[in-house]
C-alpha cells in the first residue's frame, strides 16, 4: 500500500514541475517577445530621427544632397549602412538617379584592383533605378557599403553623383544635379 501511495506522490510532484517550467517558459518567452518589439520600435524610432535631422541638414544648408560625412574608415571585410539625402530645388519634378564614381586611391602606387565599375558594384549596395522627386520635396535613401577583403588598404577618392535623367538610361546626355566627394578609408 505504501509503494501505491509514494508512486502517486512522485506522479504528483513530476506533474506540478512539469506545469511550473511550462509557466516559467511561456512567462520567459513573453517577456522575450516583447523585447524584441521594442528593440523594433527603437530602430523605426531612429530611423525616422536620421530621416528628420537629413531632412532639416538638406533645408537649413540649402543643399541638394546631404552626404553623412567625408571620410568613412572601415576595414577590409567589414560593411555599413549609411543614409544621403537628395533635395529637390527646381521649380519641376525631378527624375534621378545615384552613382558612385572611384577617382583616385594613395598611396599612387596602390591601384583599384577592378574596373570602376566593377569597383562601384562590389563596394556599394543600393538601388539603381530611377525616382521621382517633386519640387521641394527631399529623399532619403540607404546605401550599404561592402569592402572586399581583397581590398587594398589605403584611401580611396570616391563622389557620389545624383544624375538628372532626362531618358530612362544612363547616358552621356544625363546631367550633374549634384555630387559629392568622400574618402573612404581602408584598414586592416
Do not use: C, H
Amino acid at each position: 500500500m505504501r509503494n501505491k501511495k509514494a508512486s502517486l506522490e512522485i506522479s504528483i510532484q513530476a506533474i506540478v514541475i512539469v506545469v511550473l517550467a511550462m509557466t516559467l517558459l511561456g512567462l520567459g518567452l513573453g517577456f522575450i517577445r516583447g523585447m524584441f518589439k521594442g528593440i523594433t520600435g527603437v530602430q523605426e524610432q531612429i530611423t525616422e530621427d536620421v530621416r528628420a535631422k537629413i531632412g532639416r541638414q538638406l533645408i537649413e544648408s540649402e543643399e541638394k544632397v546631404a552626404f553623412p560625412r567625408s571620410e568613412i574608415t572601415i576595414k577590409r571585410g567589414d560593411s555599413i549602412v549609411f543614409d544621403v539625402g537628395i533635395r529637390n530645388k527646381e521649380n519641376a519634378e525631378l527624375k534621378y538617379k545615384m552613382k558612385f564614381n572611384a577617382v583616385s586611391v594613395a598611396p599612387a602606387n596602390l591601384i583599384l584592383d577592378t574596373a570602376l565599375e566593377e569597383t562601384e558594384n562590389e563596394w556599394f549596395q543600393y538601388s539603381k533605378s530611377e525616382y521621382v522627386l517633386p519640387p521641394a520635396e527631399f529623399d532619403v535613401r540607404q546605401i550599404r557599403m561592402n569592402i572586399p577583403t581583397t581590398a587594398k588598404a589605403g584611401s580611396y577618392f570616391f563622389t557620389f553623383d545624383v544624375l538628372n535623367i532626362e531618358t530612362s538610361v544612363v547616358t552621356d546626355q544625363s546631367t550633374f544635379y549634384a555630387q559629392k566627394d568622400f574618402f573612404i578609408v581602408v584598414i586592416g
